[in-house]
């Protein structure tokens, strides 16, 4: 017999794959109201556990942008205009707010 994996033990590629799965299967048309209702209620929690995992992905996600000086100023992900992660030391001078930022 086949074991399942507890949430906290599935992957998220896994999760995204079953819940694709399961959409197919009821766009398929061929299901009875009761299970379809089964595998509404097991999409949701797979797409809820999809979107906890992608948030916690998101937060661990530090982008090096680099600006046209060709500095380099490490910020996480989705950080506009935020302070960057690692302070410059005082020394160096701050951010030119004039300055572009473009990836790599």
């Known amino acids: 017999m086949a074991s ?10 896994d999760a995204l794959a079953r819940l694709e799965a399961l959409v197919e299967e009821m766009e398929a ?7 379809i209702i089964k595998k509404y ?6 797409a809820a556990f999809c979107t906890e995992k992608l948030s916690e992905a998101e937060e661990k996600i530090e982008i090096l942008s680099k600006k046209r ?3 380099r100023e490490l910020r996480k992900f989705g950080a506009t205009g935020e302070v ?21």
């Open 4 to 13: 399942k994996k507890k949430d906290d033990e599935m992957k998220f590629e």
């Open 29 to 35: 048309g061929e299901l009875p109201l009761e299970d």
């Open 41 to 46: 209620e097991l999409g949701m929690n797979l």
């Open 69 to 71: 000086d060709g500095s």
């Open 84 to 104: 960057p992660v690692s302070n410059p030391s005082p020394n160096e001078p701050g951010p030119d707010p004039n300055d572009q930022e473009s990836l790599f």
